[in-house]
């Protein structure tokens, strides 16, 4: 590939380094030149252009990156489409993620240009989170570069998500005159929330003194017929042959690991009653905060096998602070509020393809399509809403007369959806964690499809993008989390929130509303098909 500036006249098949403008057309960074634009860009005076030209063994930057992650062995993982010369990876299921970290290491080794990065190893991941992006830097890489990559990853499984199996799961908590009800409750709460990240469910509870024959006979009892058993020792273990570990081994079982190189959670036991795995709970773990007990708890969950070698391994990153990317259970009387989530409703586009109405002014059963989306927006959990005005903003604001809504106009509607991205987002309050962002011209999006879309931002704690889809290809409505506000910002043109979600390789979290999400009536027919009426 060759970088630089060339005439333009000599630029056909080029692929553009900048957005450039030419009257009114405007070329988006990466744009291949055909014959046509060419000719435009002569046309306003323009006589070279920044490219990048391929050569003849050349595969441009997604076709290069689909190529790549194509190649890839894997499990539970989907892959998405490419853009920007990017493909991400996302989980299909909930699980454990692993990852062959040589192959990763020996892929990035081929060239600047190939890079691939993932989730650190054993990470725990929610169905939908990315784990692993591919991403060619340049416009486009050396053809036998892409067939090395591929090449390496053809006889190996570069990673797997280890999908959650949801088990039944005993508890044994021991009782000292010093323990209150209270807090033994609490940690029967706790645990259950942390199991539910895998689907699993405590099932059964003893409470016993803190003696080894009461602890073996409870945990003997509860093997059996469960596929964990879990103890929470009244007292912290003091000796490898303390309560909980002697318990184990009186009860026919055997201990694996007493103590862990992880702070909090260093006083772990890790053992087997016959096929059931038995964990010794940290005192920490009474607390919702991350710590060693969730590094064994969620690899057990995910059926990995979990060694005393691989225990005594965790020391590089075992000390601890709570990692706010990680779900994790929270200790509900001290809940921090739910992610604010406020609306942005776009209303300022021209309807250019309607022919001169205003596509948002039709009539659905006798109400303008804004006012119907507004009314929508208005009754759901959104916090509050802004609607964007911009074309024949003064109809608009009529149309929504009565309502308790402010509208933000859009002097530069003109330009590009870009703006009145801008405009919304900049609107919203300073305790906005999320910002809705809504089509005004999408008449079969309900308020219980954007209630979906809210609970499913408050359940990812305001760090994912959310997103509405339909037959598993993206549609809109979606949620932009405040880590994107500042990216919007600099958007231009008819730039939006895909190519926004796509460029910055953030979470995202598709929910399927069926067909809502993907039918706008961008045309004449396709308004009366939704049941419109297009009005002067």
């Not at 895998?198 to 099932?203: D, H, I, N």
């Not at 059964?204 to 103890?231: G, N, Q, W």
């Not at 919304?424 to 499809?449: Q, T």
């Not at 959310?466 to 809109?476: E, I, L, P, Q, T």
Request: glycine share 10%; with cysteine.
């Amino acid at each position: 590939m060759k970088f630089g500036a060339i005439p333009v006249a000599q630029a056909k098949g080029a692929v553009l380094a900048h957005s450039t403008s030419a009257g009114d057309h405007r070329y988006r960074k990466g744009h291949r030149l055909g014959a046509e634009d060419i000719a435009i860009l002569a046309a306003s005076g323009l006589s070279e252009v920044v490219v990048a030209v391929l050569e003849p063994d050349d595969l441009g930057e997604d076709e290069a990156a689909e190529a790549i992650a194509a190649s890839m062995r894997h499990r539970h993982v989907e892959v998405k489409p490419a853009a920007t010369g990017r493909v991400n990876l996302h989980a299909r299921e909930a699980g454990v993620f692993t990852v062959d970290a040589g192959l990763i290491d020996a892929i990035n080794a081929i060239d600047p240009a190939i890079t691939v990065a993932t989730l650190a190893q054993h990470a725990t991941v929610e169905k939908g989170q990315m784990v692993a992006t591919v991403k060619i830097i340049p416009f486009a890489v050396a053809g036998h570069l892409v067939q090395q990559a591929s090449g390496l990853c053809a006889f190996s499984e570069i990673f797997v998500v280890n999908a959650f199996v949801a088990k039944r799961v005993g508890m044994v908590q021991t009782v000292l005159p010093s323990v209150k009800a209270s807090v033994l409750d609490k940690t029967s709460r706790l645990t259950e929330h942390r199991l539910a990240r895998s689907g699993s469910r405590l099932t059964a509870e003893r409470r016993t003194p803190h003696e080894v024959p009461a602890v073996a006979e409870a945990a003997k009892s509860l093997a059996r017929d469960h596929d964990m058993v879990v103890i929470f020792g009244a007292s912290a273990l003091s000796d490898f042959d303390d309560v909980i570990p002697a318990a184990i081994r009186a009860a026919g079982g055997i201990v694996v690991r007493s103590g862990m190189p992880v702070d909090p959670g260093n006083l772990l036991v890790l053992g087997h009653i016959g096929n059931t795995a038995v964990i010794g709970a940290p005192g920490c773990a009474r607390s919702p905060k991350e710590n060693g007990f969730d590094w064994v708890l969620d690899r057990v969950m995910a059926g990995l096998e979990v060694t005393g070698a691989d225990i005594a391994g965790m020391g590089v990153g075992g000390l601890l602070m709570e990692i706010p990317t990680r779900p994790q259970p929270r200790d509900l009387s001290a809940i921090p509020s739910v992610p604010k989530v406020h609306a942005v409703l776009l209303a300022a586009g021209r309807s250019s393809r309607m022919g001169g109405p205003n596509k948002l002014l039709a009539l659905f059963e006798g109400k303008p399509l804004v006012r119907r989306a507004a009314e929508r927006v208005l009754a759901s959990k959104a916090e509050s809403t802004v609607v964007v005005s911009g074309h024949q903003a003064s109809r608009i604001r009529e149309a929504l007369a009565g309502l308790d809504i402010p509208l933000a106009h859009n002097a530069d509607f003109a330009s590009g959806l870009a703006s009145s991205l801008k405009t919304g987002v900049s609107a919203l309050p300073e305790d906005a964690a999320g910002a809705l962002i809504v089509l005004g011209d999408m008449p079969e999006v309900l308020p219980a499809d954007l209630d979906r879309l809210i609970e499913a931002f408050e359940r990812a704690e305001g760090r994912a993008v959310v997103r509405a889809s339909h037959d598993g290809k993206r549609g809109n409505p979606v949620i932009l989390p405040r880590s994107l506000f500042s990216a919007v910002a600099h958007l231009e043109g008819d730039t939006g929130a895909r190519h926004l979600i796509e460029s910055e390789g953030v979470d995202v979290i598709d929910i399927e509303l069926g067909a809502g999400a993907a039918i706008d009536v961008d045309t004449p027919e396709a308004l009366e098909t939704a049941g419109g009426m297009l009005q002067d």
